[in-house]
């Protein structure tokens, strides 16, 4: 008579260490590409807040050449910059003679999502000094 040969329970032990090994290197693969996902997102939002308030800036800066009120042009200028960039969301505001522009952007992540992270979300910020003239300012 025959005995059936035992199983090795080294495969079984070797193969849950596989999956967790592999499923922790999917995660840090993950982490890395979404992570210059959030990078990318965070330097195209300060890069369009930086744009809309150079455009605000340039548009005061015309109108004050030409002696027109420059605050009214300016805020006119950053928000019709905003509004050329479909993929950022912004808002602009005149305070004492400085033009705020605030953007926000969103991502889709390419790994994250498993985990039930879908997007990345950044938000950027830049500002432009109106320089008084006349009764303008």
Do not use: C, H, K
């Not at 300016?74 to 003679?97: C, F, H, I, K, N």
């Amino acid at each position: 008579m025959s005995r059936a040969p035992e199983l090795d329970q080294r495969g079984q032990s070797v193969s849950v260490y596989a999956i967790v090994v592999l499923a922790a290197l999917i995660a840090a693969t993950g982490l890395v590409v979404d992570g210059g996902q959030q990078i990318a997102a965070a330097s195209r939002a300060e890069a369009v807040a930086a744009e809309a308030a150079r455009a605000a800036g340039n548009a005061a800066a015309s109108q004050r050449l030409a002696g027109y009120g420059q605050a009214t042009a300016a805020v006119r200028a950053a928000r019709t910059y905003l509004a050329g960039q479909p993929d950022v969301a912004g808002e602009v505001r005149l305070s004492g003679g400085i033009v705020r522009v605030s953007t926000v952007t969103r991502q889709p992540t390419l790994f994250l999502g498993v985990i039930g992270i879908r997007e990345v979300i950044a938000q950027g910020s830049a500002e432009a000094r109106l320089v008084p003239t006349g009764a303008d300012g």
